[in-house]
């Protein structure tokens, strides 16, 4: 059986795996740390010969030979996925295999086998050295050959794979083979809800250290147990592979920048072929700790000496903190922090799961920007580089085995983790993961896996972990969650999208020892992250609940080009043999897209997740309480200024004093100058939190928080028509009826009751009649809890109205009154529509829904009118929540105000077309052409809207959801307008059953609602 094909076979003459860190020629390099530019690395990124087999047994099976000849063969990159350049086709599964399950068979009729072979030079001054072959990652499995020698093989495609080469290779010239198997035994613990890609992803490189080496370290940097000093408990191995007994000594120096903390040298007589481990503890009286909020890093320096030789330095980062479970809560540093997180793919629109520098400090630069203070690596290690650059800048972790077999279910007779013949696989992940990773200040918190079903292989691999690390807790989803296993094994209660009932009935008061951290929550997929304000006032009620990872940061599209050469973002399903099973766009849940320009939920994000509060305590009294909600940071750290708007326009800002607010503290103040006259006017007081400074991340005067507090309702609108203008004259035939006045007519259709026709100073308004209108193009969490389907009536409701009655009501000389009444063919219910129509011209339209059906129907989409305009009227503005996009269950961080847009700006193209655009709660709107003529709506006293140069009926697909882009949404030469009362929330409780929260849906029962449209010329 080959290794690929065999459970009990997980590597080949690999190094046991070991902390990230590098071999330097002087200490001063070792500081420097830039590995790249090392006279002991040899970087083989770059380009390979490639050939793509279809099965393994097409491949080339001599390849590695060295008298092989590739100069046919083609060209590719390395790092690279192969189907990202060109070969073979990304697979997208969210839980399952492409496969059918058959371990340790995988797909007997199309398993691609990547052959990759290039040459290098081994310098002359490593001749004496030992040398070693560093791979990053590679998926699924492979095996290689140096010079036509078999070297070895490895899975776990997610954590680094080394090999000693020393006797491989030769002075000069050499070369290397790689044999890449797409899928292999070790797919079945890969089962991430991710793009199935194969190929070399992470750096490849060849090393020389000296025969007596460091060969790996644990730096423990903690804090004493008032989390004052800090204590240092740093184990170096050494190891000697020469052939004598060797006298060495190694110096260990803690810098602080170019400062010199702490030196010391300890000696050892290290015998041939042993290892041995030398100790360095230290206390550091009042050190600066490391946070997320304040990332503070000390440099360790390694210097291995044999007398006045130096035979190599090393260097790491270490951060002095504390990770722990204290009564029920998780606490850094002793306190109880809240982790503001997301989960994040390595993902690259581009380049698949090769991930660049520059990508890297770009999430977390958005992260920063955002407000967001962790990351769970779902669900596999990264790249070296990306933790690192965590500790550096400053962002939690959860790091996570590559560990998911999501695709057996989690019953206790089908897991993997239940069948001893997938033990060594589980441990050899979770051991890769630890040794790898344990140094990072970042990581406070371990995960096993995710979505693996649960059984000895866990309780197993908990204890390890714990043994072998005792600075950090360590968690697993699906832990004590079925019959067996209940022994505990994990430190934190972590189940993903429970939701606020259920953490109450099953959480709250069951668990006194352990804390509740979402691993996964808010699914924002598509149209989503609804109701997160209320999450988060859950969690700020409930001291044990602390916080979470949504799901997830950004949608995992790639680029492709249409016919015309339009490019757009795919998804799962747009690759590949209709054999493959595919989740579609499961795939896209991000709060970012993948180029990483936002989705309008990220805002909302940024301002749940922010660390300022600012409330009103007293309107009389102009008194307001400031709340600080870092754990590690005062507010004099930051600008506080104001701006008070008057109807949504600005008559006053200014800045106020800094505060002195310690973490976790609040302070009330009061602004004396704030001046509320009692005119009817509706007034705002916008606050802004800013940075002072410049840090790594984030400019000067950057906003890291905002609140909006009302000051004063405005007082109910009193419409006052012009009556200075001529009467009104009314036309009437047996089909038809026409009123005008100066400047105006309207024409109404009695056959059905429609305003079919409007016109002002010879310009048209309407395109359509006006309709009630109760649709929405379906969300993906609307497909997801069927609503495409049990809510269609709504649908049909919109579609079929059928004409009771057109009347009119009312008649005098200033103004004339229509009423029309339909019948909603597939509902209990009526809908009026009743138009005031004034002799200025100004419209006064009521819409009501009288429901007398049963109320265990689906609930409304949207109640409210749709209008079809002409495309003229695309300058847009509006006195109400925004600039961007927001909905009743998503709207805390838009902000009531006047804002400006074109029809074009107001969409939002989610990658799935899908219902997008609304704003909430307007007081007014104007439509204008560029000659600023068209028309304003008043609400009474507010409405929703939405405008599109597209039909509702563009961005909805039917019952099922079809494979559609962005590409697929034509503009045509039209407005449609929506006026709502309301439209139910987009929810994201999860995408796959959960309806928005019961405040934010409109359940059938009557409506109604009222608006003026008042010309504009």
């Known amino acids: 059986m080959p290794e690929w094909q065999n459970l009990s076979v997980v590597t080949q003459n690999t190094e046991s795996p070991r902390s990230t860190f590098y071999v330097y020629d002087s200490e001063e390099e070792a500081v420097e740390n830039e590995y790249y530019k090392s006279e002991n690395l040899l970087l083989l990124n770059g380009t390979w010969k490639f050939n793509l087999s279809d099965t393994p047994e097409q491949r080339p099976k001599a390849f590695y030979k060295s008298d092989f000849n590739t100069a046919d063969w083609d060209d590719i990159k390395v790092p690279g996925d192969w189907q990202m350049q060109g070969y073979d086709f990304p697979l997208y599964v969210s839980a399952g295999y492409t496969h059918r399950i058959n371990p340790p068979f995988v797909d007997t009729i199309y398993n691609p086998v990547g052959s990759y072979k290039r040459e290098f030079i081994i310098p002359q001054d490593w001749k004496e050295k030992q040398i070693k072959l560093y791979f990053g990652g590679v998926t699924s499995a492979f095996y290689v050959w140096i010079n036509g020698q078999k070297v070895g093989y490895d899975e776990d495609a997610k954590t680094p794979s080394e090999f000693d080469i020393t006797s491989f290779v030769k002075q000069g010239n050499n070369e290397i083979a790689v044999e890449v198997y797409r899928w292999s035994d070790g797919t079945y613990l890969e089962d991430q809800d991710f793009w199935r890609l194969s190929g070399i992803e992470r750096d490849v490189y060849v090393y020389a250290q000296p025969k007596a080496h460091i060969q790996d370290f644990f730096f423990k940097a903690g804090l004493d147990t008032e989390y004052i000093d800090g204590i240092f408990d740093g184990k170096i191995a050494l190891r000697n592979d020469g052939t004598t007994t060797e006298n060495l000594q190694l110096d260990l120096k803690i810098r602080d920048a170019n400062e010199e903390l702490y030196s010391a040298t300890q000696s050892l007589k290290l015998a041939s072929a042993k290892t041995d481990t030398l100790q360095f503890q230290e206390t550091f009286e009042t050190i600066e700790p490391w946070s997320a909020e304040h990332p503070k890093l000390y440099q360790v320096v390694l210097s291995l000496r044999k007398g006045d030789e130096l035979l190599m330095s090393t260097s790491a980062k270490i951060g002095f903190r504390t990770s722990e479970i204290k009564n029920g809560n998780l606490l850094v540093n002793g306190k109880p922090i809240l982790l503001k997180g997301v989960n994040r793919h390595e993902h690259d629109q581009h380049t698949g799961h090769v991930i660049s520098k520059e990508s890297m400090l770009e999430d977390i630069r958005l992260f920063k920007e955002n407000n967001i203070n962790a990351v769970r690596n779902s669900h596999y290690p ?272 200014d800045k106020l004093p800094t505060f002195d607010v310690a973490p976790q503290q609040s302070v009330d103040f009061s602004i004396k100058t704030l001046e509320l006259p009692e005119d009817g006017s509706e007034y705002f007081i916008n606050f802004s939190i800013t940075t002072k400074g410049a840090s790594a991340m984030l400019p000067a005067a950057f906003v890291i928080a905002q609140d909006q507090i009302l000051l004063q309702k405005a007082a109910p609108l009193v419409f006052a028509p012009n009556l200075d203008k001529k009467k009104l004259k009314t036309k009437s035939t047996r089909d038809a009826l026409e009123v005008s006045g100066e400047d105006f007519s309207l024409h109404f259709d009695k056959t059905t009751g429609s305003l079919t026709k409007w016109t002002y100073k010879d310009q048209d308004y309407l395109l359509k009649a006006p309709r009630a209108n109760f649709w929405r193009a379906p969300t993906d969490n609307d497909f997801g809890n069927n609503y495409q389907r049990r809510g269609k009536l709504w649908k049909d409701a919109s579609e079929n109205q059928k004409l009771i009655q057109f009347e009119t009501l009312a008649k005098t000389k200033d103004s004339v009154i229509f009423e029309s009444t339909f019948a909603l063919d597939t509902l209990e219910a009526t809908t009026k529509i009743r138009y005031t129509l004034y002799k200025d011209g100004n419209l006064k339209i009521y819409e009501k829904l009288e429901y007398s059906g049963a109320e265990d129907i689906a609930e409304l989409p949207r109640f409210g009118m749709n209008l079809i305009l002409p495309k003229e009227f695309d300058q847009v503005k509006w006195y109400g929540r925004g600039p961007f996009e927001n909905y009743q269950d998503r709207k805390e961080a838009a902000f009531v105000g006047i804002y400006e847009a074109s029809v074009a700006d107001l969409y939002f193209p989610y990658i799935r077309p899908q219902e997008n655009g609304y704003r909430t709660e307007n007081r007014w709107l104007q439509l204008t052409d560029a000659q600023g003529s068209g028309f304003q709506i008043l609400g009474l006293p507010e409405f929703s809207f939405s405008a599109h140069h597209n039909y509702t009926a563009d961005f909805d697909p039917g019952t099922r959801k079809a494979q559609r882009h962005t590409t697929d949404i034509k503009p045509r030469d039209l407005i449609s307008l929506h006026i709502d009362y309301r439209q139910t929330g987009v929810g994201g409780d999860n995408s796959w059953g959960a309806k928005p929260l019961e405040k934010y849906q409109l359940k059938p029962q009557d409506y109604e609602f009222s608006f003026i449209v008042k010309p504009i010329n």
């Open 382 to 653: 990264n790249d070296p580089l990306w933790y690192a650059l965590c500790d550096e800048y400053g962002i939690y972790m959860v790091d996570e085995a590559n560990i998911e077999t999501h695709g057996f279910g989690y019953d206790e007779d089908k897991t993997p983790a239940n069948k001893p013949e997938f033990a060594l696989m589980h441990q050899d992940r979770l051991e890769a993961m630890v040794e790898t990773n344990k140094n990072h200040p970042s990581i406070i918190i371990w995960s096993m896996g995710n979505e693996a079903g649960d059984g000895p292989a866990f309780i197993d691999g908990y204890h390890w972990i714990k043994n072998r690390d005792n600075t950090r807790p360590v968690q697993y989803e699906r832990a004590e969650r079925g019959k067996s296993f209940q022994e505990p094994h994990t430190d934190v209660i972590p189940w993903m999208y429970a939701r606020m009932d259920y953490i109450e009935e099953h959480y709250l008061g069951k668990y006194p020892d352990r804390p509740f951290i979402w691993c996964e929550y808010a699914h924002s997929m598509g149209n989503s992250t609804g109701n997160l304000s209320d999450l988060w006032d859950f969690v700020y009620k409930h001291d044990q609940v602390q916080g979470g990872f949504i799901w997830d940061w950004v949608d995992q599209g790639f680029v492709k080009k249409d016919s015309t050469g339009t490019e757009y973002w795919t998804y799962g399903g747009d690759y590949g043999p209709d054999r493959y099973r595919n989740d579609g766009n499961f795939v896209l849940n991000g709060l970012v897209n993948p180029d990483r320009s936002p989705h309008p939920a990220l805002a909302e994000v940024k301002h749940v997740y922010q660390d300022v509060k600012i409330s009103l305590v007293d309107t009389l009294q102009r008194k307001f309480k400031l709340e600080n909600r870092f754990f590690f940071t005062n507010l004099n750290m930051y600008a506080i200024s104001y701006e008070v708007l008057k109807d949504g326009k600005i008559i006053a800002e």
